[in-house]
């Protein structure tokens, strides 16, 4: 199985076919593409019907050995199994079983169809990142043993992510996580959780700014090319390949336990940013897993639901992006979406670069086909099963109040927008699986509007604010990031 980027000319294609191990450890290719597989691995009905009696970490094993071919069976084997296991994912609901990993629940079967949710939350950090974070976190230690080599994780995080990777990666042999977020502006459950951490390989810093500052911070670090090479630093942001791939499990997970035979179909609806979840759907699917649509749930951020609307694709401004209570889905433009673009027009590498070119010049692309437009690559949308839909914070605090009354559970906002836009795409005889991306415990502040009184907190966290915390204010100074840097890798 060989990768090439996005916006790799055939020739240079040619010349540096990447194996999985060459793009684990690494971000963007270096012409600014994303890695994606020379072609997907195809799954057979006959490997369907053998997958349906495996557990995760089994089913996680025989997905990811298509895609890392290159990582030895027993070694992938072992690996899978240490990150699918019930003691890190053992944060279930009462009546939900941690040993399903990501546990199905139906919430409705009637006329209309029938709406399942599938718990992705379970995990250490309360968030469906812990899915493919915990995967790479033994997947690096693995690697960086292999060559005795370290590396570095340098990056930014207004919450989920930061501390997916700190749980990743804590006490990870060859591995450092430096992590800014900016101070006080975290909720006081997502400070409590990365700053409680005592590993001694875990550094928070909190930086006397907003999100954008730390970001800017990332980028002056990485762009600085030979500080980077010296220490070793690297990334774990949704564009990470390993972090796709782990994330097409799920999916496969979801369809088996939701169908008896291979001639069903399920549907799925994603709560959606920077488009890495949906992106393993899409890949779910061209795998040959029978998936009938992908609904992309957007927020008021809705990029991505412009787009599969209108073929229009225009990304925001700071300035115009909203801070919402679904705050992890609040991005200004997708991430991962030149992954899609790239199928849409044909796996055409040129066309790619120059759409995206364009993106960084004029703020987006039209594929509408309209006159003046930039293609007319819009009108095969359909044939990838996208659909999708936006959520307000009015429908959030609606929905959940209704999903707590007609079914007794708690869900979170980003779930709740995922809720909101799945009913509107139910069809009779195709189950409507929602993909829940976090617990409720998390954002509590807005479970409070909608029902007036806490989410339940799983056991462990019940006075996690109360812990002892970790971490160093700093001022958003580049030369001082170098030198804290420098000063704890010791390179
Ligand atoms: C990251 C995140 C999302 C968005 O996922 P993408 O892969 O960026 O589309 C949705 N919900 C929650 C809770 C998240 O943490």
């Known amino acids: 199985m060989h990768y090439v980027s996005t916006r790799a000319t055939?020739?240079?294609?040619?010349?540096?076919?990447?194996?999985?191990?060459?793009?684990?450890?690494?971000?963007?290719?270096?012409?600014?593409?994303?890695?994606?597989?020379?072609?997907?691995?195809?799954?057979?009905?006959?490997?369907?019907?053998?997958?349906?009696?495996?557990?995760?970490?089994?089913?996680?094993?025989?997905?990811?050995?298509?895609?890392?071919?290159?990582?030895?069976?027993?070694?992938?084997?072992?690996?899978?199994?240490?990150?699918?296991?019930?003691?890190?994912?053992?944060?279930?609901?009462?009546?939900?079983?941690?040993?399903?990993?990501?546990?199905?629940?139906?919430?409705?079967?009637?006329?209309?169809?029938?709406?399942?949710?599938?718990?992705?939350?379970?995990?250490?950090?309360?968030?469906?990142?812990?899915?493919?974070?915990?995967?790479?976190?033994?997947?690096?230690?693995?690697?960086?043993?292999?060559?005795?080599?370290?590396?570095?994780?340098?990056?930014?995080?207004?919450?989920?992510?930061?501390?997916?990777?700190?749980?990743?990666?804590?006490?990870?042999?060859?591995?450092?996580?430096?992590?800014?977020?900016?101070?006080?502006?975290?909720?006081?459950?997502?400070?409590?959780?990365?700053?409680?951490?005592?590993?001694?390989?875990?550094?928070?810093?909190?930086?006397?700014?907003?999100?954008?500052?730390?970001?800017?911070?990332?980028?002056?670090?990485?762009?600085?090319?030979?500080?980077?090479?010296?220490?070793?630093?690297?990334?774990v942001n949704s564009i990470n390949w390993a972090r796709v791939v782990a994330q097409v499990v799920y999916y496969f997970r979801g369809y088996l336990a939701a169908t008896t035979t291979n001639s069903q179909k399920v549907s799925f609806t994603v709560p959606s940013g920077n488009f890495g979840n949906i992106c393993?759907?899409?890949?779910?699917?061209?795998?040959?897993?029978?998936?009938?649509?992908?609904?992309?749930?957007?927020?008021?951020?809705?990029?991505?639901?412009?787009?599969?609307?209108?073929?229009?694709?225009?990304?925001?401004?700071?300035?115009?992006?909203?801070?919402?209570?679904?705050?992890?889905?609040?991005?200004?433009?997708?991430s991962n979406f030149e992954r899609f673009v790239y199928e849409l027009v044909g796996r055409d590498a040129d066309r790619t670069h120059d759409l995206f070119r364009k993106v960084e010049t004029h703020g987006g692309f039209d594929l509408s086909g309209a006159p003046g437009s930039d293609g007319d690559e819009y009108q095969h949308v359909g044939k990838f099963g996208f659909q999708s839909g936006r959520s307000t914070h009015a429908d959030r605090l609606a929905t959940i109040r209704d999903v707590a009354a007609k079914y007794g559970i708690v869900i979170d906002t980003h779930t709740a927008d995922g809720v909101k836009v799945a009913r509107e795409h139910m069809q009779p005889g195709v189950p409507m699986i929602v993909l829940e991306t976090a617990l409720a415990a998390k954002f509590n502040e807005t479970i409070v509007e909608a029902l007036g009184k806490d989410a339940d907190r799983p056991a462990g966290f019940e006075n996690i604010e109360a812990l002892p915390q970790r971490f160093v204010v700093m001022p958003p100074d580049v030369d001082r990031m170098k030198a804290y840097i420098s000063e704890h890798t010791g390179l």
């Open 10 to 235: 055939s020739a240079s294609a040619a010349r540096n076919p990447q194996l999985f191990s060459d793009i684990l450890l690494g971000g963007l290719a270096p012409d600014g593409g994303l890695y994606l597989p020379t072609e997907y691995p195809q799954v057979t009905g006959a490997e369907l019907d053998a997958w349906r009696k495996l557990s995760y970490a089994e089913l996680a094993y025989e997905i990811l050995r298509k895609f890392a071919t290159d990582i030895p069976d027993a070694a992938l084997k072992a690996l899978t199994a240490r990150t699918y296991t019930p003691e890190v994912y053992r944060n279930a609901r009462a009546g939900e079983s941690a040993a399903e990993i990501t546990p199905l629940r139906v919430l409705e079967e009637g006329e209309r169809g029938t709406l399942v949710l599938q718990a992705l939350s379970n995990g250490p950090t309360l968030a469906f990142k812990d899915m493919a974070m915990q995967l790479l976190g033994n997947l690096f230690e693995y690697a960086l043993a292999k060559n005795n080599d370290e590396l570095n994780i340098f990056g930014a995080t207004s919450g989920d992510t930061g501390s997916a990777a700190e749980y990743a990666m804590r006490g990870k042999r060859g591995v450092r996580v430096f992590m800014l977020s900016p101070h006080k502006k975290m909720s006081a459950f997502q400070t409590a959780q990365m700053f409680s951490l005592q590993d001694p390989n875990i550094f928070n810093i909190a930086v006397e700014g907003v999100f954008d500052d730390c970001q800017d911070l990332v980028k002056a670090v990485s762009n600085d090319l030979s500080f980077k090479a010296r220490h070793k630093i690297g990334t």
């Open 280 to 334: 393993a759907g899409h890949i779910a699917r061209m795998m040959g897993l029978p998936i009938d649509k992908l609904v992309a749930a957007t927020n008021e951020n809705d990029v991505l639901d412009e787009f599969f609307r209108t073929g229009v694709y225009r990304v925001r401004k700071s300035s115009e992006t909203f801070h919402t209570s679904s705050p992890s889905m609040d991005i200004s433009k997708a």
